[in-house]
């Protein structure tokens, strides 16, 4: 079953963020500390994939392309809006909470080559232990920020599924279309480029910036396209 995976995944996300409801009543303090806890860790994350690339220029250029994109598309408002629209369903009693935890679980989880591969092996080989380490990740992950922002990280589950069930979905067209080294290549600067942007979110968490990361999400289609390109031509 190709969505197995992303089931899997997305039953940690919940569970785990079910888990950090039952925290969510720790002393500000440690809350304070937590997420700055989790904002060193993210930023340490994101750079050590970002340094993984073999040609800095495609990051570069997908980066810079992809906050154009992300900018006249006006992404990041857009992603919030929807947040607070699920604040607003729901009920949320601490506002911005909900769309705060939505926003920034949804990038966390979604940026990174882990989704991309494991839905890739899940759709392709019907090999799901990518997406069941995610799933693990996830669900800590989920534990700690639903402990500090709220019961919103739960409704990340939603584009986790659609992100990593598309894939999985289309993987074997994926996978005939793309040869093997451009799938590499791609692989190892979608690393770098989600990189960058999870260092941005862990410098957002840590209140030194606040950069619109979701602006920069174009910027994952820019380098599969970019990419694909330079492949064409090269195999």
Same mark, same amino acid.
């Given at each position: /079953?190709?969505?197995? !995976?992303?089931? %899997?995944? *997305? &039953?940690? #996300?919940?569970? $785990? ?5 039952? +925290? ?10 937590? /997420?700055?806890?989790? !904002?060193?860790? %993210?930023? *340490? &994350?994101? #750079?050590?994939? $970002? ?5 800095? +220029? ?20 857009? &992603? ?156």
């Amino acid at each position: /079953m190709a969505l197995w !995976g992303s089931i %899997v995944n *997305v &039953l940690f #996300i919940i569970i $785990g963020s079910l888990i950090g409801r039952l +925290l969510a009543n720790i002393p500000e303090s440690m809350k304070n500390t937590i /997420m700055k806890g989790i !904002g060193l860790t %993210v930023s *340490v &994350l994101g #750079i050590q994939m $970002g340094i993984k690339s073999s040609n800095f +220029l495609y990051v570069i250029i997908s980066i810079v392309l992809g906050a154009i994109i992300g900018e006249w598309l006006c992404l990041e408002e857009k &992603l919030n809006q929807f947040g607070i629209w699920i604040e607003k369903k729901v009920g949320g009693k601490s506002k911005g909470n909900i769309a705060q935890g939505f926003v920034t679980a949804t990038l966390i989880f979604v940026i990174g080559a882990m989704a991309v591969v494991g839905a890739l092996d899940s759709g392709i080989r019907g090999d799901h232990q990518v997406l069941y380490t995610k799933a693990v990740i996830d669900g800590f992950t989920a534990i700690m920020l639903t402990s500090t922002l709220g019961l919103g990280v739960v409704f990340s589950s939603i584009p986790v599924f659609l992100y990593q069930g598309f894939i999985a979905l289309f993987a074997n067209q994926i996978n005939r279309l793309i040869p093997e080294q451009v799938m590499d290549i791609f692989i190892l600067e979608l690393t770098a480029t989600g990189g960058i942007m999870i260092l941005a979110i862990g410098l957002n968490i840590l209140e030194i910036t606040k950069i619109k990361v979701a602006n920069l999400l174009p910027g994952l289609i820019v380098i599969a396209i970019l990419v694909s390109i330079v492949g064409f031509f090269k195999y």
